[in-house]
């Protein structure tokens, strides 16, 4: 079992729709969370961290379940410019190790 | 400005012919780290340094080596690249952990090299 594992997708999606990315982790002891989005061919860029009470940006909100062992990322009101990869990061126990899910592809279409 | 570098952006080489992938950042970071990306198997840490003369193995290290003299500058060294080398390279750097815990902060990445071995 992969430590950090994504559905792949690809997710498509109108516009304006809510959709929702979950992550699940197979380390309990895992202590930091964060979400990152890729366009094609370039680099991840940090989206969102991931807190125990969970946080909201704008359109985009994040939740840790630690019970259950996944975080999750919700998206409103879906733009065009939401079309992206994106990548969960879990399984830091602390130092620098750090495990990337595969991500999930979304496609949002006008 | 704020940065990761990365050198060469492209390189296409030969089997078994030595290479270095540079990789410099401007923010003072303690931590960097190599990542290299393959179609459906996402990022994968190589290497990671968590200051000068610091470094770690990370989940694929096999093939590669790293060193960390000065702390702007985190190399990757390929001594004699093979094929199943060929992929996307990420280098990447962030803050220490914030005090008191062990918790990293986000990582910024650099643009990212694409590595063909033939």
């Known amino acids: 079992r992969k430590e950090v594992e994504q559905d792949p997708g690809p997710f498509n999606v109108p516009e304006g729709a809510t959709v929702a990315f979950n992550c699940t982790y197979s380390n309990s002891a895992s202590q930091s969370f964060f979400w990152y989005r890729q366009d094609c061919r370039k680099e991840p860029k940090l989206l969102m961290s991931?807190?125990?009470s969970g946080n909201e940006d704008g359109r985009f909100t994040a939740q840790l379940n630690r019970a259950s062992q996944y975080i999750s990322l919700l998206i409103r009101d879906s733009k065009l410019s939401d079309s992206a990869t994106y990548l969960c990061v879990g399984g830091n126990t602390g130092g620098f190790k750090t495990i990337f899910g595969a991500g999930t592809r979304l496609f949002v279409k006008a | 400005e704020a940065q990761v570098t990365q050198n060469p952006r492209y390189l296409i080489t030969v089997t078994g012919k030595k290479l270095t992938v540079t990789c410099s950042q401007n923010?003072?970071?303690?931590?960097m780290s190599w990542y290299r990306q393959d179609p459906g198997l996402g990022l994968r840490q190589i290497y990671y340094s968590m200051n000068v003369e610091v470094t770690d193995k990370g989940d694929v290290p096999e093939g590669y080596k790293v060193s960390r003299k000065e702390k702007r500058n985190f190399p990757l060294i390929l001594e004699s690249p093979s094929p199943n080398q060929t992929s996307l390279y990420f280098c990447?750097?962030?803050?220490?952990?914030?005090?008191?815990?062990?918790?990293?902060?986000?990582?910024?990445f650099g643009p990212g090299t694409r590595l063909t071995v033939t």
């Open positions: 923010m003072n970071h303690e931590y």
């Open positions: 990447a750097s962030s803050l220490g952990p914030a005090q008191g815990t062990s918790r990293p902060y986000e990582q910024y």
């Open positions: 991931v807190y125990s």
